[in-house]
């Protein structure tokens, strides 16, 4: 240990010998560590985090592959919904599950203390917080109680984040009486800190018992149809119980939900349609990141990202190495002194390898800095350009872990090999090379010139490869969508959700657009109930008709041939 701190006192004093040098190999690493954390951060938050549950890994995810009949609610992969008639069937079954649970997000309006607010809600069934292991931070959380009869139960659980953001964190906020969707809830409790659902990307404000979707989404309930699949379910294992004998165990009462669900459809017994309805099974994936939803669509371009991050890191060890290579063959002449006073080349090997780290370390530092300045400025893009809510610029233990293991990577990367090549020659050997000047001998250059065309030839890679992403996101914004959107402002309201009916609607609607079109420098107002270029799958067909009466009569007389005609689009 004694040695130890003397190499390091040793090599602080050349570095501070050599400021130059190490203020250039600083900044390098800086850079690259900076750029990995960042991205890191990103990646794990979206990628590689699992939820802040009991026991994850016993999670799984049910999937039902093939066809579906009647409204499908999805945000992207339909096997994955199911009807909640379906899944009161699926929740019946203990025998490999220790609870089955299901969500659905929908959009919220809450008022308290005479403000209102857009937020987000999620439908849970009553043992939701039960099966995940999720404790209250205040009061109490959803009980099976909570969600047995429809409409029965107006109570919810505040997310901690929305608990601490409007009420301060208020403990009073227990019992007290908020408006949701025109709903009066009671607060019966708030739920742990760091949990916020079980999707990434989603942050649900307020968690209310699913037998008050009627009230939640009036447009739609649901509750009572086969047909109507707007659930995501998951399931925890029981202990000892693998995922193959889950999947097995839970497919034996699927078949005779689907002979429930198909006796809903008046399929034509023995036809295709049926047979392929029929022959559905329960597929399990892993839940222990939950639903992967943001996962699926955001990953590749997240992997490719960081990889990109990481060649700059390799390039940025490159650099430092053949700066490391070309101060190390300046000091062949110590070295050779060293040697013949009988230091063995482990223990100046020792010496150098010190100096790497305490570089790496100052790079370390100051990356980490530098990394958490580009989470502030990456983080709200991720968060209002792609959607994905619930990111945070905070630097927690694993962004801090990984901080630590790029630096001691990296001293290890530039610094290994440079400490190898200055001690493995002997001490003639070194005399000779040297001579009476400091240049480096002929192994040091040839060595020096392998870095050089490795880091053109990686510096030409991420240049290359960033000049067409760079090119395809040009494209991307120069395409031609088909409208101006040039000083276009756009903003959405529901005043279904605050219990407006159609005519109000259209009336409130009606006011807004005169009232804006009359504000200063307002060229025109436009609204609609499906948003444009917002992704949906709903919409109408409409047509201009020149003469109302002829089509009418055309629609007549194709009714009477037994045709169909119909003005909708899906």
Not at 61 to 77: A, E, T
Not at 104 to 130: C, K, M, P, W
Not at 407 to 415: D, E, K, M, N
Not at 468 to 497: A, M, V, Y
Request: hydrophobic share 45%; proline share 4%.
């Amino acid at each position: 240990m004694h040695t130890l701190f003397e190499d390091v006192r040793y090599g602080l004093r050349m570095l501070a010998k050599n400021p130059g040098f190490t203020l250039i190999a600083i900044l390098t690493l800086a850079l690259g560590i900076g750029a990995n954390t960042a991205i890191f951060s990103l990646l794990n938050q979206v990628m590689l985090r699992r939820l802040p549950v009991h026991h994850p890994e016993e999670l799984v995810v049910l999937k039902s592959p093939g066809p579906k009949h009647g409204h499908v609610w999805s945000d992207g992969d339909d096997s994955e919904i199911f009807s909640y008639l379906l899944y009161k069937g699926l929740a019946k079954n203990a025998a490999v599950f220790d609870g089955v649970l299901a969500r659905n997000e929908f959009a919220a309006s809450i008022a308290s203390h005479g403000q209102t607010d857009r937020g987000s809600g999620e439908l849970v069934t009553g043992n939701y917080f039960e099966v995940l292991g999720v404790r209250p931070a205040l009061g109490r959380v959803l009980s099976p109680a909570n969600d047995d009869v429809q409409g029965a139960h107006p109570v919810l659980v505040l997310s901690h984040a929305y608990w601490a953001r409007h009420f301060g964190g208020d403990t009073g906020v227990l019992n007290q009486t908020i408006l949701v969707n025109n709903t009066e809830m009671t607060v019966i409790g708030v739920a742990q800190a760091g949990f916020s659902g079980i999707q990434v990307g989603q942050t649900p404000d307020v968690f209310v018992p699913m037998t008050m979707k009627g009230q939640m989404t009036p447009i739609r309930n649901g509750l009572d149809d086969w047909n109507d699949s707007f659930l995501a379910v998951l399931a925890r294992r029981k202990p000892g119980v693998s995922m193959e004998q889950a999947q097995a165990g839970i497919n034996v009462d699927y078949p005779g939900l689907l002979e429930q669900q198909a006796a809903t459809l008046h399929l034509r017994t023995g036809g295709k349609d049926r047979q392929e309805f029929l022959s559905k099974r329960i597929v399990l994936h892993p839940g222990a990141q939950g639903r992967t939803t943001v996962q699926r669509d955001s990953g590749p371009a997240l992997t490719v990202l960081f990889a990109m991050v990481a060649l700059v890191l390799l390039i940025a060890c490159t650099n430092v190495a053949n700066l490391l290579l070309a101060k190390a063959a300046a000091r062949q002449r110590e070295f050779a002194i060293r040697s013949a006073l009988g230091a063995t080349s482990g223990r100046m090997m020792r010496q150098l390898l010190v100096e790497s780290f305490l570089c790496a370390l100052g790079g370390g530092v100051l990356g980490l800095i530098l990394g958490a300045w580009i989470m502030n400025i990456l983080t709200p893009a991720v968060v209002s350009e792609a959607g994905v809510q619930g990111i945070t610029a905070q630097v927690d233990g694993t962004v801090l872990g990984f901080a630590a293991s790029a630096t001691a990577i990296s001293a290890v990367l530039f610094g290994l090999i440079p400490a190898w090549r200055a001690t493995r020659t002997g001490v003639s050997q070194m005399l000779k090379d040297q001579g009476s000047t400091t240049s480096a001998g002929p192994g040091h250059v040839r060595f020096r010139k392998f870095l050089v065309a490795g880091q053109v030839a990686f510096t030409l890679l991420l240049l290359t490869g960033g000049a067409l992403f760079s090119r395809t996101l040009w494209n991307l914004r120069k395409q031609n969508l088909g409208l101006s959107t040039e000083n276009l402002i756009t903003f959405s309201i529901s005043p279904q959700l605050s219990g407006y009916d159609q005519a109000r609607t259209v009336a409130l609607v009606d006011d807004l657009r005169e009232r804006l079109t009359a504000l200063p420098g307002v060229l025109g107002v436009g609204s609609s109930q499906i948003a444009v270029l917002t992704g949906t799958d709903m919409g109408e067909l409409f047509f201009h008709l020149a003469d109302p009466v002829a089509f009418g009569a055309r629609i007549q007389r194709r009714r009477h041939r037994g045709e169909h005609e119909s003005g909708d689009h899906q």
